[in-house]
Antibody, heavy 122, light 106 residues
């Protein structure tokens, strides 16, 4: 059974960089076949896809966040990470990591972490 | 970028009601449309993929239809455990979610 777990600071100061890591267990990132995504949810609001990474390191980001986002992968630790720079209060959200799989030809998010709340405040 | 619009944003219904939620894409996404259910404090759960395919273990009262730009999620007989927020999500071009529909008890 694949499991994902987010970790990182729950409080970040404005203008600083938010850094989160997702640790994957029950499956290997380096086996390929999946993209690994970050998704966030502002308090009481909907879901926003941030971006994804393949085990090879290729990435794609949401254009609305692209200038501030970096997603990286460490296959030796079976982890992938999110960095979001120059944060403001508008980046306060629950951040989820998720596995992006193919069901036939159709991509779906089949496994999710439990989510971690990151608050941006001085 | 493809924008996803759901309606309504919320609805009130009773146990046993038939509920329909719609999702519209800003351009054709073929059948690259998934539906998720989210309960408070939990991660979303996949219900329907490829517009109309029921995920394993999901009750058959859930169904999806549509292709191109217009899609529908139907709950044929609402059960107490179905009160939640529902999201559509396109996977035709990168990824994007609809704004969500909160299903509340009437």
């Amino acid at each position: 059974q694949v499991q994902l777990q987010e970790s990182g600071p729950g409080l970040v100061k404005p203008s600083q960089t938010l850094s989160l890591t997702c640790t994957v267990s029950g499956g290997s990132i380096s086996s390929g076949g999946y993209y690994w995504s970050w998704i966030r949810q502002h308090p009481g609001k909907g879901l926003e896809w941030i971006g994804y990474i393949y085990y090879s390191g290729s990435t794609y980001y949401n254009p609305s966040l692209k200038s501030r986002v970096t997603i990286s992968v460490d296959t030796s630790k079976n982890q992938f990470s999110l960095k979001l720079s120059s944060v403001t209060a508008a980046d306060t959200a629950v951040y989820y990591c998720a596995r992006d799989s193919l069901y036939g030809d159709f991509p779906i998010f089949d496994y999710w972490g439990q989510g971690t709340l990151v608050t941006v405040s001085s | 970028d493809i924008q996803m619009t759901q309606s309504p944003s919320s609805l009130s219904a009773s146990v046993g009601d038939r509920v329909t939620i719609t999702c519209r894409a800003s351009q054709s996404i073929s059948s690259y449309l998934n539906w998720y259910q989210q309960k408070p404090g939990k991660a979303p759960k996949l219900l329907i993929y490829a517009a109309s395919s029921l995920q394993s273990g999901v009750p058959s009262r859930f169904s999806g239809s549509g292709s191109g730009t217009d899609f529908t999620l139907t709950i044929s007989s609402l059960q107490p455990e179905d009160f939640a927020t529902y999201y559509c999500q396109q996977s035709y071009s990168t990824r994007a979610f609809g704004g969500g529909t909160k299903v509340e008890i009437k």
